[in-house]
């Protein structure tokens, strides 16, 4: 299997444009979990997905975050309007609740967004 | 409620000799307990996990950790640290709570550098 994808690996844009990061998760796993990463917060999780449906969406900063998973093959996070705050690298982890091993949680390579 | 501490935000060894990265866990129920490694620009790659069978778990590239429930805690150790060990090491809680849920809580990490 190829792992968990993520795309764009890197992102540059601008204060107040949008931004839509993307993930196909590993084939088979009904989880799918949204992290971000800072210095000054490590790793956060954002929201997360069973059976393409979102379960918590806690850690979700702000309106301005949303997140969508129209197939088991395909997320987005999508940020609208963007701020220089939100440069981070974002993950995306998918896991299987099956086999004895449910809580494993296999990450992406991440996108590293810089916002101007 | 879960949580965990690494003890130490950074570790300096020399290449050749033992590598110690110290996790303190807080946890209600049985964990499961995970250390992740992250090189350099890179997404975290599973390092070994515990999920109550033993307590001493080996994982790849000659890590592993014991599980001590006594002292709470499931350092991770190398006999012999190689330079491409340089990377940062995070330690991971999972459990079940309130539901089938696998949220994963993550440590602040810990930056292992290795001198030639």
Known sequence: DAGVIQSPRHEVTEMGQEVTLRCKPISGHDYLFWYRQTMMRGLELLIYFNNNVPIDDSGMPEDRFSAKMPNASFSTLKIQPSEPRDSAVYFCASSYWGGGDQETQYFGPGTRLLVL | ?116
């Open chain 2, 1 to 116: 409620a879960q949580s965990v501490t690494q003890l130490d935000s950074h570790v300096s060894v020399s290449e050749g000799t033992p590598v110690l990265l110290r996790c303190n866990y807080s946890s209600s129920y049985s964990p499961s307990l995970f250390w992740y490694v992250q090189h350099p620009n890179k997404g975290l790659q599973l390092l070994l996990k515990y999920t109550s069978a033993a307590t001493l778990v080996k994982g790849i590239n000659g890590f592993e950790a014991e599980f001590k429930k006594s002292e709470t805690s499931f350092h991770l150790t190398k006999p012999s640290a190689h330079m491409s060990d340089a990377a940062e090491y995070f330690c991971v809680v999972s459990g079940l709570y309130g539901g089938a849920t696998n949220k994963l809580i993550f440590g602040t990490g810990t930056l292992l550098a290795v001198q030639p």
